[in-house]
């Protein structure tokens, strides 16, 4: 059974720092490309970055600069860290895993204010 499971959002104010984690399991993490995605209040849900099973990344343009995206394969785990949140990065977040398949966690809340 495939879980992947967010940890790390909450309530920050505008300019601050977060950290999301993304635990994977039951797939073999390593072979698996990672996103991120977002949606906020009344929005559709949107890509915020990825990383290639190999370490590449790619960003969206509203968060280049103020967003960094790793792995540790060791560990299944793909992380986001968000530098200089700002309101409009109030949203949940979720973690993909994608291989041709694809498999989404449950999402972590965060909430940035003003």
């Known amino acids: 059974q495939v879980q992947l499971v967010e940890s790390g959002g909450g309530l920050v104010q505008s300019g601050g720092s977060l950290r999301l984690s993304c635990a994977a399991s039951?797939?073999?993490?390593?072979?698996?490309?990672m996103g991120w995605y977002r949606q906020g209040p009344g929005k559709q849900r949107e890509l915020v970055a990825t990383?290639?099973?190999?370490?590449?990344?790619n960003y969206a343009d509203f968060v280049k600069g103020r967003f960094t995206v790793s792995r540790d394969n060791a560990k299944s785990t793909v992380y986001v860290q968000m530098n200089s949140l700002k309101p409009d990065d109030t949203a949940v977040y979720y973690c993909?895993?994608?291989?041709?398949?694809?498999?989404w966690g449950q999402g972590t809340q965060v909430t940035v204010s003003s």
């Open positions: 990383i290639t099973s190999g370490g590449s990344t």
């Open positions: 993909r895993a994608s291989r041709g398949d694809g498999y």
């Open positions: 039951g797939i073999v993490f390593r072979d698996y490309m």
